[in-house]
């Protein structure tokens, strides 16, 4: 590994950048502001590359700062230099970069926890490899299997919904007119909501008008809380009257809504 100056014409945007969004997250910071950022301050981080057979380089990591760098009309740029990797080290290298940034897009980052584990076929060592849990990787790679239309919405600025409920919705809904669906019934939802309304459903769509209209009389929100007491929302004076509400309509197997309940107890 060496770090030097290349020249930009040599340098090839290959495949391997696991960033293939270049618009996410970029809302405050566009590629002119970064641009305008490296001409006053100068270029703070080498972009790494590949080297190739034929004496060019593929783009590893840092596209954004490549491509801000010929905005500017630079001829050469700082790089650090990689040799012997095959396309998947490629990938984690790439990924490593790039995984905890916020305004990465999902997809891109699922793709690439696809591509490590289709190498390795153990989520363990992809754990191992990235330094992220193996739940995270699996909903992240659910994500996959979502309709493309949703996955064209998912951006890191302003997605449908939570990673945790879409990976969710990609597990429980297998048909992507189904998901549609039933994300544009439970979008509203804060996330911890919409779980609760894909979980009780079972997969069955024709449950989620049902839980929707439940979820918007508070049904869920008692047991969204760890218990009465966390939940802030409930006045003190009601907290205790509550539990005993609660607990009595449990032994009568009568499913009242919290909203019924505080309504009962003002």
Not at 154 to 176: H, Q, R, V
């Amino acid at each position: 590994m060496e770090v030097k100056e290349i020249r930009l014409a040599d340098i090839n945007l290959s495949d391997f950048n696991t960033r293939k969004d270049l618009e996410a997250g970029t809302e405050d910071s566009s590629l002119e502001d970064l641009a305008n950022s490296i001409k006053e301050q100068g270029l703070l981080n080498p972009i790494i590359v590949m080297r190739r057979s034929d004496g060019k380089y593929d783009l590893i990591v840092g596209q954004r700062r490549f491509l801000a760098c010929k905005k500017l009309g630079w001829d050469k740029i700082p790089a650090i230099i990689r040799d012997k990797m095959d396309d998947t080290d490629a990938t984690i290298i790439s990924l490593i970069e790039n995984i905890h940034r916020a305004d990465m897009n999902p997809i891109d980052k699922a793709r690439a926890y696809k591509k490590i584990y289709e190498r390795y076929k153990d989520y363990d060592k992809v754990s191992g490899e990235t330094g992220v849990s193996i739940s995270t990787i699996k909903r992240y790679i659910s994500l996959l299997n979502l309709a493309p239309s949703i996955q064209g919405k998912l951006t890191t600025s302003e997605g449908p919904a939570g990673i945790g409920a879409l990976s969710k919705i990609a597990e429980t809904f297998s048909s992507p007119k189904d998901q549609e669906e039933v994300l544009a019934k439970i979008g509203g939802f804060k996330q911890s909501v919409q779980l609760e309304i894909i979980k009780r459903s079972d997969g069955d769509l024709r449950k989620i008008d049902k839980l929707k209209d439940e979820a918007l009389e508070g049904a869920f929100d008692a047991r969204m809380c760890h218990g009465i007491d966390d939940c802030n929302f409930i006045p003190e004076r009601l907290k205790e009257p509550i539990k005993e509400v609660i607990k009595k309509s449990e032994s009568e197997k009568n499913d009242r809504s919290l909203k019924e309940i505080v309504k009962s107890m003002k």
